[in-house]
């Protein structure tokens, strides 16, 4: 399995700021993934994050948007910017270890 | 492409009885098909996973899915239920092949009667 920590748990912001959140993993992992979930909904990929390299983005999602950083095996962010609310939704980081996604506990993001 | 569908949204049952979560998946290759568990408030777990080996997988907490192939179905039973059940369950396909593209259903939120 794999031990996936995310920070901050929650957090309520203004339209029109940013936020980013960490993701931290127990040990190293070449790929880790943010997913959104919006209210009621299911999980959709924003994007894949490998360590030395530019993120991959799904359709819909574009890194001004969603800048991803990933200095190293263990650590990934990911930044929300210039939040509208229709950002509200919960940010899931993940981690595939043999052959089996895990998850973070996620980040309740509100935007008024 | 993958794809895969979870027949209900919503299923109610009583405590006690069975459960059954519905899954049908569409895979160009050999899929990889997991069912995951989200309480309210609370982050995804892992249920159960079927890679290949033996069709009919026991996951945690007694539930168990079966892998038909001829149906192209994965669903997800209990034989009996418990108020800790209630959660939205989803059920996610994806490939062998190393690109790690897991595709989500819509999930189905189980409700359980007292």
């Known amino acids: 399995s794999a031990v996936i920590s995310q920070k901050p748990s929650r957090d309520i912001c203004q339209r029109g700021t940013s936020l980013t959140i960490q993701c931290q993993v127990d040990?190293?992992?070449?790929?880790m993934f943010w997913y959104r979930q919006q209210p009621g909904q299911s999980l959709t990929l924003i994007a894949t994050?490998?360590?030395?390299?530019?993120?991959?983005?799904e359709s819909g999602f574009v890194i001004d948007k969603f800048p991803i950083s990933r200095p190293n095996l263990t650590f990934s962010t990911l930044t929300v910017s210039n939040m509208s609310p229709e950002d509200s939704s919960i940010y899931l980081c993940?981690?595939?270890?043999?052959?089996?996604?895990?998850f973070g506990p996620g980040t309740r993001l509100t935007v008024l | 492409a993958q794809s895969v569908t979870q027949l209900d949204s919503h299923v109610s049952v009583s405590e006690g009885t069975p459960v059954l979560l519905r899954c049908n998946y569409s895979?160009?290759?050999?899929?990889?098909l997991f069912w995951y568990v989200q309480h309210p408030n609370k982050g995804l777990q892992l249920l159960l996973k079927?890679?290949?080996?033996?069709?009919l997988v026991k996951g945690i907490n007694g539930f168990e899915a079966e892998f038909k192939k001829s149906e192209t179905s994965f669903h997800l039973t209990k034989p009996s239920a418990h108020m800790s059940d209630a959660a939205e369950y989803f059920c996610?396909?994806?490939?062998?092949?190393?690109?790690?593209?897991?595709?989500f259903g819509t999930g189905t939120r189980l409700k359980v009667l007292a």
């Open positions: 040990s190293q992992v070449t790929m």
């Open positions: 993940s981690v595939v270890r043999a052959d089996t996604q895990y």
């Open positions: 079927y890679t290949s080996a033996a069709t």
């Open positions: 994050a490998n360590q030395g390299s530019e993120a991959t983005y």
């Open positions: 996610v396909v994806t490939t062998t092949s190393g690109t790690y593209k897991y595709i």
């Open positions: 895979s160009s290759y050999s899929p990889s």
